[in-house]
Structures are given as structure tokens and as C-alpha cells.
């Protein structure tokens, strides 16, 4: 199955180290950052008997100017027959969104789960063993978000970028890099 082949090149601990000391030697302003991705069905009570997707905790760490941020998400992967579809899902009710991480995530029940209505989902396709997708959401009528992720054996390459009236907000020039740690 290619939901299989995907979470297992998605999920794992990765960072951007070697990209980061490469733009500090450049001079060049850019966040370390890290990504922990765990696949985490087995804290979902109650998910339907046929259920055939991944709920991934996505824990991401950001630091710039010695200053750590961190940024966790719930998204839910599912094979369709358009590719790998990701869909975001709000923090379960209960838990802290500051620190909110696989290790700290209390069991919860499928049906108290909710899809983000912000976030339009991502859709990814395969080729020559690279997945590749993204999708552009609009949080609010002057808020855009736009991802773009390339998935490969070697890196996660992923873009995003916030724009307020037009103009970004957060999100870099180059895709974040990270690697296998």
C-alpha cells in the first residue's frame, strides 16, 4: 500500500542542521528547526473497525535568535484515489497546544476528534519514489497559508508560508531541509 510506503518515509525525527550551519556560514538569517512525526492510532480509542488511515502527531521546534517555538499539529493521513490526502486536526480537547507532543498525548476517543476547517487538506502524489504535494488555506479572509512538501529516502523538504493581506508574515525563501536524524 503507498499509505504504508508514505508515513514510513514521513514519520520519524528529522532536522535541519546541516542546512542551518550552511546559511549561518553564509550569513544568511534561518531557523534550526526539527520535526518529530509519530504515528499515534494506538492513544485513539474506538477507531471504526475498517479504518484504513494514520493519525500522526507532528511535533516541530523552531529556534531563532536562541529563542525555541514549538508548533504542534494532529493530522490524519488516508489513501484516496486521487494520491495521499492530509488532513489536519485540532488538538484534542484536554490537551495543552503549548507542548502538546506523542509522548504527553492522552488517549482519546475517535469520535471527540475534529477536522481543522481551516486547513484545506494536502494532497500528495508519487513519482519515481519522491512524494510531492501541498495546498493553500484560507484562515481567515485576509489569512493564507501555503504548504508544499517533497518527500524523498534522503530529506523532507518542506515550504510554508503565512500571508496577511498579501503580504508574508512567516515562511522562507528556501524550503526547510530536513533530515534524518
Given at each position: 500500500?503507498?499509505?504504508?510506503?508514505?508515513?514510513?518515509?514521513?514519520?520519524?525525527?528529522?532536522?535541519?542542521?546541516?542546512?542551518?550551519?550552511?546559511?549561518?556560514?553564509?550569513?544568511?538569517?534561518?531557523?534550526?528547526?526539527?520535526?518529530?512525526?509519530?504515528?499515534?492510532?494506538?492513544?485513539?480509542?474506538?477507531?471504526?473497525?475498517?479504518?484504513?488511515?494514520?493519525?500522526?502527531?507532528e511535533e516541530s521546534y523552531y529556534e531563532t535568535n536562541g529563542k525555541r517555538h514549538a508548533s504542534p499539529h494532529l493530522f490524519l493521513i488516508t489513501e484516496t484515489e486521487q494520491g495521499i490526502l492530509l488532513s489536519s486536526y485540532e488538538i484534542p480537547e484536554g490537551e495543552d497546544k503549548k507542548v502538546f507532543s506523542y509522548a504527553s498525548m492522552k488517549k482519546v476517543d475517535y469520535a471527540e476528534l475534529k477536522k481543522s476547517e481551516k486547513f484545506t487538506p494536502a494532497l500528495y502524489h508519487e513519482k519515481d519514489g519522491i512524494w510531492e504535494g501541498g495546498s493553500i488555506s484560507q484562515f481567515s479572509p485576509v489569512m493564507i497559508f501555503k504548504l508544499w512538501e517533497k518527500f524523498s529516502d534522503r530529506c523532507l523538504e518542506v515550504s510554508e508560508s503565512m500571508e496577511v493581506n498579501g503580504k508574508r508574515t512567516f515562511g522562507y525563501d528556501e524550503p526547510i531541509i530536513y533530515k534524518r536524524v
Open positions: 500500500m503507498k499509505l504504508d510506503e508514505f508515513t514510513e518515509m514521513m514519520t520519524g525525527h528529522f532536522d535541519n542542521k546541516e542546512q542551518f550551519d550552511k546559511m549561518q556560514a553564509e550569513g544568511k538569517t534561518y531557523p534550526y528547526a526539527e520535526h518529530v512525526n509519530t504515528i499515534c492510532n494506538d492513544k485513539i480509542k474506538n477507531l471504526p473497525e475498517d479504518f484504513n488511515g494514520r493519525f500522526v502527531v
